[in-house]
């Protein structure tokens, strides 16, 4: 079945470093992409999306990029604030079907002053 | 624009015993989804109705968990008997509906359920 694997966490950076959380992804057909952020004491939210290939989706100074070649969705931020610790997951889903999210296991991220 | 409201926000129940959660969608929304989120892992799609209809039951323990949409508004999701490892946090999500466009899912708080 499709699944979704994210890159090992947690994830702890000082502020203003660069980003990167890794995520790749096994499916059948031609999944949207998505990634989904849970801050503390909130519930899940979604960050941004692709639905196609070569697709770009982009929130709040997050990237990530549909790269069908590699099967990845790696999510981005070129400087972090401590308002962005959280835990992020990647998730994927069919829009042909009954658009059930498939996510992976989510990386706690912090940031530090 | 109220969103997906989750009741209550926290149970401890001894193994053996029943418990019952409660989901009202967005309003207007025709589907809803539960999901089942252990410590440490990602949600994981337990049942997903269209309305008052079920499309997708596939990964939930029938012999024990059951779940209900009345009316296609309101759900609830029951365990019985409850086990150590339905220990998680069960969320509700809900979403306009329909195929071939993106029907953006809005999750609720979730309820935490520690079984003893």
Partial sequence: GDSVTQMEGPVTLSEEACLTINCTYTATGYPSLFWYVQYPGEGLQLLLKATKADDKGSNKGFEATYRKETTSFHLEKGSVQVSDSAVYFCALSDLRGAQKLVFGQGTRLTINP | ?116
């Fill in chain 2, 1 to 116: 624009e109220a969103g997906v409201a989750q009741s209550p926000r926290y149970k401890i129940i001894e193994k053996r015993q029943s418990v019952a959660f409660w989901c009202n969608p967005i309003s207007g929304h025709a589907t809803l989804y539960w999901y089942q989120q252990i410590l440490g892992q990602g949600p994981k799609l337990l049942i997903q109705f269209q309305n008052n209809g079920v499309v997708d039951d596939s990964q939930l323990p029938k012999d024990r968990f059951s779940a209900e949409r009345l009316k296609g508004v309101d759900s609830t999701l029951k365990i019985q008997p409850a086990k150590l490892e339905d220990s998680a946090v069960y969320l509700c999500a809900s979403s306009l509906g329909g195929t071939g466009v993106f029907n953006e899912q809005f999750f609720g708080p979730g309820t935490r359920l520690t079984v003893l």
